[in-house]
């Protein structure tokens, strides 16, 4: 900084506020014409700046610690696309770690996370009781949930109670009373809310809705789905609370000899690409994934700032295809 400061005939402290400000700053310390000659000599002489002697002076990381269930999940890693997206907007780092849903293996992703001096935490694994979140939160560590919610804490999410009852209302219009929900783990937020939704609409309408609990993957969505179909007479309408589940299901309809779209129309939650892709495209509830990733990190930069962040509710959209429409 030094040798840059020299070669634009300007004060150390006027190339740093140039480099490392903010807009404001940067109009403050220089007019136009000297920021892009500051520019133009930091690039000429290849300048990077030295992220440990700036957290060494501002007593900040710039390092975020984000946890998940699975990144495998194409769901969470598209949510953590976001994520990143948003941090490298603000000039910070970000890193992943899996937790597979597992309090001991949460609880210790999160004591390596602190012991790497993170500035922050991104939890897209909440558990409904939120005891690690209340924990986190007495403790003063800066974090934010994303996907799920718990205990009142700041969130990004979908509204998935919302999103449930689109897919009810769907089912409702096409005539479907023998009904299902494949319910998903019922530790999660998501999976309660979608189940929700759906369950008081049809309650609304005097038809009471059984569930099942299954994991958020398609071994769990086609045990599920096979318990459902034992029962007499079959439901003709099963809504799976994520995608992976609803494809399991696809598979225990085909495997009982009913036609999956037709004898048992399936639906699905967060439209994956897959969905689209399937050989019978798959009827679901499009979630802002994405965004919610954006919206997490931005959250935890306002909190970062000393702000009180609102939790967000991103809207959902029901997107139909031909697993919910008889064909013909």
Not at 290 to 301: C, F, I, K, P
Request: proline share 6%; net charge neutral; hydrophobic share 40%.
């Amino acid at each position: 900084m030094r040798t840059i400061a020299e070669s634009a005939g300007v004060d150390v402290s006027t190339v740093s506020r140039v480099l490392n400000g903010s807009p404001a700053e940067v109009a403050r310390a220089a007019s136009r014409e000297t920021a892009d000659a500051i520019r133009d000599w930091a690039a000429r002489l290849d300048y990077r700046p030295n992220p440990h002697a700036k957290s060494l002076r501002t007593a900040r990381s710039n390092l975020i610690g984000v946890l998940v269930p699975r990144l495998s999940d194409l769901t969470l890693a598209t949510i953590y696309e976001g994520i990143e997206d948003a941090a490298a907007r603000h000039g910070l780092a970000t890193f992943v770690m899996n937790s597979y849903d597992r309090p001991a293996e949460q609880r210790a992703r999160v004591e390596l996370a602190l012991s790497r001096r993170v500035d922050g935490l991104i939890l897209g694994d909440a558990h409904e009781d939120a005891r690690l979140a209340d924990e986190m939160a007495a403790r003063k560590v800066p974090f934010v949930l994303v996907s799920r919610h718990a205990g009142g804490h700041p969130s990004a999410t979908c509204d998935d109670y919302r999103g449930g009852g689109l897919v009810a209302e769907h089912f409702l219009r096409l005539g479907h009373s023998r009904v299902a929900v494949i319910a998903g783990e019922p530790f999660a937020s998501t999976g309660l809310d979608r189940t929700a939704g759906f369950v008081d609409l049809y309650r609304k309408a005097g038809i009471e809705v059984p569930t099942v609990h299954s994991a958020f993957d398609t071994a769990g969505g086609h045990k599920a789905a096979e318990e459902l179909l034992r029962r007499r007479p079959h439901p003709t309408a099963i809504f799976a609370v994520n995608d992976f589940a609803a494809i399991g299901a696809l598979g225990a309809v085909r495997d009982a000899g009913l036609r999956p779209g037709e004898d048992v129309a399936v639906a699905g939650f967060n439209d994956t690409p897959l969905a689209a892709e399937l050989p019978l495209p798959l009827t679901s509830v499009r979630s802002p994934m994405r965004e919610m990733g954006t919206r997490a990190l931005e959250l935890l930069v306002s909190i970062l700032g000393g702000q009180q962040p609102v939790s967000e509710r991103l809207d959902p959209e029901l997107i139909v295809r031909a697993s919910t429409l008889p064909r013909g």
